[in-house]
């Protein structure tokens, strides 16, 4: 295992090709979380820095976990060759659309229907290891069942939902967008 305090040029592009990234967090007396995300949403901002997209979807444990704690470890894995598990700890906060800030990352992303905020993450650490217990798989296509979702919802529907799923899973509170990043 290969520990360092950022993310070289190296890694960097090895995130750039991975279709496929997961997220875990954990706060006090709430359940662990670990999601799958996709869509060409994540983005190396710098060696300590990286952001990412986050859709309305299945819920907010991700926000109420960082509101609580923020500690996240996010781990890339590589399903190709060479077969490589990347992992990035640190710390991160949800920027929402309302929040000073999130027009500045939102200029690294194409915004589309569905996003509901950025995630972003201060690398303190990041860990490469062998992933030779992978499987070799291959990605035949992304899903665009969110984005169809997404696109047959009215935004004014969608503030009404966020407006009321205002806990997580376990009861523990989030921040909701009350303004849109689209139309």
């Excluded at 993310?7 to 090895?14: G, P, R, S």
């Excluded at 690398?123 to 291959?138: D, I, K, L, N, R």
């Excluded at 984005?147 to 205002?166: G, N, V």
Aim: aromatic share 10%; hydrophobic share 40%; glycine share 8%.
């Amino acid at each position: 295992m290969d520990f360092s305090d950022h993310i070289d040029e190296k890694h960097a592009a090895f995130i750039a090709r991975q279709p496929v990234f997961f997220v875990a967090t954990a706060a006090p007396g709430a359940r662990i979380n670990l999601s799958p995300k996709g869509m060409d949403s994540f983005r190396v901002l710098g060696p300590t820095r990286v952001a990412w997209l986050d859709y309305g979807g299945s819920g907010n444990e991700t926000n109420a976990h960082l509101l609580a704690d923020g500690r996240i470890t996010v781990m890339f894995c590589a399903f190709d060759r060479p077969p490589l598990i990347y992992r990035l700890y640190g710390h991160a906060v949800p920027m929402l659309p309302q929040d000073d800030g999130f027009a500045a990352l939102a200029g690294h992303f194409a915004i589309e229907r569905g996003v509901r905020q950025i995630f972003d993450m201060t690398v303190e650490s990041t860990q490469a290891s062998c992933g030779w217990a992978v499987p070799e798989m291959a990605l035949t296509a992304e899903r665009q069942t969110l984005r169809k979702f997404h696109a047959q919802e009215e935004p004014a529907e969608r503030l009404q939902k966020y407006a009321t799923h205002d806990r997580s899973i376990d009861g523990l509170p989030v921040r909701s967008p009350t303004v849109l990043p689209y139309n």
